[in-house]
């Protein structure tokens, strides 16, 4: 089955590989926060199904973390609800 756009609580996604969930040797993207653009705004929190991303306090700041990479399948919500475009997808770098 070729890729499909997605909806998502009325919001569009873009395409995501079909396989990518399904792959044991994970070569699938996840994402990577760009400290100097996060301003903390959480938006990204709640837009993890696997609740895999959360604020993190450091010195006065509060920076976006992802946690259990492991368990991220690539779905991609948090990079596309990100307004400041802080989040980037970055091959695994775990897996079999
Ligand atoms: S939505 Fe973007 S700017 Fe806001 S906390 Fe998440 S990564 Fe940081
Ligand atoms: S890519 Fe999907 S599963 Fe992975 S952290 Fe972002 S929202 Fe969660």
Request: proline share 8%; net charge positive; with cysteine.
């Amino acid at each position: 089955m070729p890729a499909q756009a997605l909806s998502w609580q009325g919001l569009w996604l873009p395409p995501v590989s079909n396989t990518a969930c399904m792959n044991p040797a994970r070569s699938i993207q996840i994402p990577v926060i760009d400290s100097t653009r996060c301003t903390g705004c959480g938006w990204c929190v709640p837009t993890c199904h696997l609740h895999l991303l959360s604020l993190q306090a450091q010195g006065w700041r509060k920076f976006s973390t992802l946690h259990d990479a492991d368990r991220c399948v690539g779905c991609r919500k948090c990079e596309v609800h990100c307004p400041f475009g802080a989040i980037t997808m970055a091959p695994a770098m775990t897996g079999a």
